[in-house]
């Protein structure tokens, strides 16, 4: 039952970052998302989500002048709010909101559970 509550606060405690991410002031996202971009260091096509409303070419244009890169928008669009999909000739890097989020969720789990694991093995 414990687990359980901790895991519905992860749950709770991620749909609040969500939100908070998507509701983030036109400045603030695209400095996130510049952060997220830099990570990845070759060019490639990003995809964006529906609704997306502030990745614009002239911004991507910009990013890419300043960072020496390579990035074009794809005309296909993702079934997700927030971040992008950042594909290579070999690779996609989904950097969506939610994916991020999930990601970030198991690692808490996998905390979760591995203290409780030590726990119980500290106890026998």
């Known amino acids: 039952i414990e687990l359980q509550g901790k895991r519905d606060l992860i749950a709770a405690t991620n749909e609040l970052a969500l939100k908070n991410l998507q509701s983030l002031a036109e400045n603030d996202y695209l400095a996130f998302v510049s952060k997220l971009l830099d990570k990845i260091d070759t060019d490639g096509v990003i995809m964006l989500g529906n609704g997306e409303k502030y990745i614009t070419q ?67």
Do not use: P
């Open 58 to 124: 002239t911004w991507l244009d910009g990013y890419c002048k300043q960072k020496n890169k390579k990035i074009s928008i794809s005309e296909n669009q993702g079934n997700f709010v927030g971040g992008l999909i950042f594909y290579t000739e070999n690779k996609a890097y989904d950097l969506s909101f939610e994916m991020l989020l999930k990601n970030y969720n198991e690692k808490c789990e996998s905390t979760v559970v591995k203290h409780l694991f030590d726990s119980l093995q500290a106890v026998k």
